[in-house]
């Protein structure tokens, strides 16, 4: 596992990623990826070392107390492959996210799957329990779509 803070070439490299598996995901919060916001969130979680390398594997989290405890909590962000060097697997990056939480003090990790249930039975293997369902939905009707580029406030 490598803390990442990442030269202009290597970020080039994560975002680029990020676009391949925009173009190719079902999930439609995928489809709502801004490619320049995209960038400018990838690069803050990389200066702030919320980033880690593991393998071929980047993984973006947060962490923090929630509204319901104040136990700090490890929020995996965004797990994505963006090279194929190394050929481990995903549950590598999996695993990382319990030396994270131990480094952190976190007593608790959340994790997601908006890519249509392909992690979640890695996840279910590696011990996390489903808490529900994440529902998503695009708004397609009222504001323009150009509008909610706009940085102001209702």
């Given at each position: 596992m490598k803390m990442v803070t990442a030269e202009l070439a290597k970020r080039q490299q994560y975002f680029e990623a990020l676009l391949k598996l925009r173009a190719k995901s079902p999930s439609a919060k995928m489809a709502m990826v801004e490619p320049a916001r995209a960038f400018i969130g990838l690069t803050e979680f990389l200066e702030q070392g919320r980033a880690v390398e593991v393998g071929d594997y980047l993984v973006l989290y947060d962490f923090g107390p929630t509204w319901y405890s104040s136990k700090l909590h490890l929020i995996e962000e965004l797990t994505i492959r963006f090279q194929r060097v190394y050929n481990n697997p995903v549950t590598d990056a999996i695993a990382a996210l319990?030396?994270?939480?131990?480094?952190?003090?976190a007593r608790a990790i959340a994790v997601?799957?908006?890519?249509?249930?392909?992690?979640?039975?890695?996840?279910?293997?590696?011990?996390?329990?489903?808490?529900?369902?994440?529902?998503?939905?695009?708004?397609?009707?009222?504001?323009?779509?150009?509008?909610?580029?706009s940085s102001g406030a209702d």
């Amino acid at each position: 596992m490598k803390m990442v803070t990442a030269e202009l070439a290597k970020r080039q490299q994560y975002f680029e990623a990020l676009l391949k598996l925009r173009a190719k995901s079902p999930s439609a919060k995928m489809a709502m990826v801004e490619p320049a916001r995209a960038f400018i969130g990838l690069t803050e979680f990389l200066e702030q070392g919320r980033a880690v390398e593991v393998g071929d594997y980047l993984v973006l989290y947060d962490f923090g107390p929630t509204w319901y405890s104040s136990k700090l909590h490890l929020i995996e962000e965004l797990t994505i492959r963006f090279q194929r060097v190394y050929n481990n697997p995903v549950t590598d990056a999996i695993a990382a996210l319990d030396d994270i939480a131990r480094h952190i003090g976190a007593r608790a990790i959340a994790v997601g799957d908006t890519q249509i249930g392909l992690m979640t039975p890695y996840y279910l293997a590696a011990g996390y329990t489903p808490l529900g369902t994440q529902l998503f939905k695009e708004i397609k009707y009222g504001v323009p779509s150009e509008d909610h580029r706009s940085s102001g406030a209702d």
